[in-house]
């Protein structure tokens, strides 16, 4: 089982990799087309070994997607494909309850259910990874790319692998956002949970990790430790130290799990 662990920035990939090192001490550095990639092998509780790369590849949809390309095709003409892209790292979080992407309204509750927030210091997994901001400004609004006829706005992660992860870590699950602009005022976050009611977290990289996973048919997931609140811009607010260190004992926890989430109960591929 060989998986990608992206972030944007070295500090997010250094978090992922003490982590993950915390058990599984760094075996490689690897250079791919533009940029390196540090290698792990932690042990799985079962099944084949696990190689863990993580590749720093910059910040933005647009980085995100080049540098997983360049490691999914180098590992493709290798011989040795990826079988998960995980984007990861720090992001802003939509700290008010929102409605639960899966309690529906039932005769008994007729409201729909809460999820919990996003705050500071959690971690969310996302469900759907969904690109907020790809589309046309209309006279009505926003509308996405795929209402005008192209391409695609969401990718799903595995939902065994989303609740695998989310029930280790005690996470948020929700949608993640993927902006190239950082959300700055009350107003655009109050628009963008208008558009997508689900939405936990923000960040800028996870559709461009999930599209260019998608191209050679290898499932993503996103991970992201909430620094700050998406709203009114206060960068002086930002815990970034206390979201690397969720990031860090977060992937201490789940490195085992993204080698064994395909696995039966006796521990063979499905
Ligand atoms: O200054 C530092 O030490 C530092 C360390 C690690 C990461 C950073 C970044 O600024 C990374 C930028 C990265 O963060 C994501 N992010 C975080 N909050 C938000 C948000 O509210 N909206 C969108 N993106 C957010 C994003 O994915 C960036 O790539 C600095």
Do not use: C, K
Request: proline letters at 9%.
């Amino acid at each position: 089982m060989r998986v990608l662990i992206v972030t944007a920035v070295p500090a997010e990939r250094d978090a992922v990799v003490r982590g993950i090192g915390a058990t599984a001490p760094e075996v490689a550095e690897l250079p791919v087309p533009g940029g390196m990639i540090h290698r792990l092998s932690p042990a799985p509780p079962a099944g084949p070994p696990l190689t863990v790369d993580v590749l720093a590849a910059g910040v933005g949809p647009a980085a995100a997607a080049a540098g997983t390309a360049a490691a999914l095709t180098a590992a493709a003409v290798a011989r040795t494909p990826y079988d998960l892209a995980v984007s990861a790292g720090i992001g802003g979080g939509f700290t008010t309850a929102r409605p639960s992407a899966t309690a529906r309204p039932t005769a008994e509750q007729p409201a729909p259910a809460q999820s919990a927030p996003a705050r500071l210091g959690s971690i969310v997994v996302a469900d759907a990874i969904v690109a907020a901001d790809l589309g046309a400004e209309t006279p009505d609004g926003f509308t996405a790319v795929t209402d005008l006829g192209f391409g695609t706005v969401e990718h799903l992660p595995p939902a065994p692998l989303v609740a695998a992860v989310a029930e280790a870590t005690d996470a948020v699950r929700g949608t993640v956002l993927t902006v190239s602009t950082v959300t700055g005022s009350a107003e655009r976050a109050a628009e963008l949970l208008r558009r997508h009611p689900h939405a936990a977290a923000e960040a800028m990289e996870g559709f461009g990790v999930a599209e260019a996973a998608a191209a050679q048919s290898v499932p993503a997931l996103e991970v992201r430790a909430i620094s700050n609140a998406v709203g009114p811009r206060d960068r002086a607010a930002w815990r970034i130290g206390e979201a690397l260190e969720a990031l860090t004992s977060t992937f201490g926890t789940i490195a085992p799990l993204l080698g064994t989430w395909t696995l039966d109960p006796e521990g063979t591929r499905q």
